[in-house]
């Protein structure tokens, strides 16, 4: 009973992947390989109360895994993981914030609103990547976390290169840029995933 938080360490992902899912496919306006995720809750859009509620839950279930963990004595008491986990709950709540500051729609030039929206969402991808290496440098020396550390490591590797990549076509306008962040939210909720599923089965 003491890893009951691990179960929004599922919750949160799938929740997320089903509101992209569906919130694209409500839209006929809307491509997943152009249009990126804040698109679908920027303001007045088609069933924006929908999307909130949604990527609401999504971040109020990582919010809640993260602090589950950071609490957690049993995986790790050391500053790194400390750390790391703290970097996974200020994601979570950089999330809640982007709710309140919609990204701007890109016919229009850039708002106060637009402005912060692409600064906290600056801020959360960095927060991810160091939430990602901090957790597995704190494993790494543990013989039963291997497969884990090298697969927090490659999923690291793949969030800095997509994302960079993505933040680069959606900056110039490029058709796959949407597809790009997607790889890169994908890759980290995933990574959560596996986190939950391996902290749940560690004794």
């Keep these: 009973m003491k890893k009951i938080y691990t179960i929004f360490g599922f919750l949160g992902p799938i929740i ?3 509101a992209v ?32 509620i949604m990527f609401g839950i999504y971040n109020i279930s990582l ?26 709950v200020l994601t979570a709540i950089s999330g809640i914030v982007l709710l309140f500051f919609p990204q701007d729609p ?17 801020i959360s991808s960095l927060l991810t990547i160091l939430a990602i290496f901090l957790t597995g440098f704190t494993f790494r020396k543990k013989n039963d976390m291997n497969n884990f550390t090298k697969y927090s490591f490659i999923s690291g590797i793949i969030v800095v290169i997509s994302g960079g990549l993505s933040a680069y076509s959606v900056g110039n306008n490029l058709f796959f840029g949407g597809l790009l962040e997607k790889i890169t ?16 089965k560690k004794k």
């Design 106 to 122: 890109r016919s229009i030039p850039f708002t106060a609103v637009g402005t912060t929206h692409i600064a906290v969402a600056g």
């Design 16 to 18: 997320y992947i089903l």
């Design 21 to 52: 899912i569906i919130g694209g496919a409500i839209r006929n306006d809307y491509s997943q390989l152009y249009n990126t995720v804040s698109e679908l809750s920027m303001a007045n859009v088609p069933n924006l109360l929908l999307m909130e």
């Design 185 to 200: 939210i994908l890759t980290f909720i995933v990574w959560v995933m596996v986190f939950s599923y391996t902290i749940l």
């Design 63 to 88: 919010l809640i895994f993260g602090i589950g963990a950071f609490i957690d004595t049993e995986i790790d008491t050391s500053k790194k993981y400390r750390a790391a986990m703290l970097m996974l």
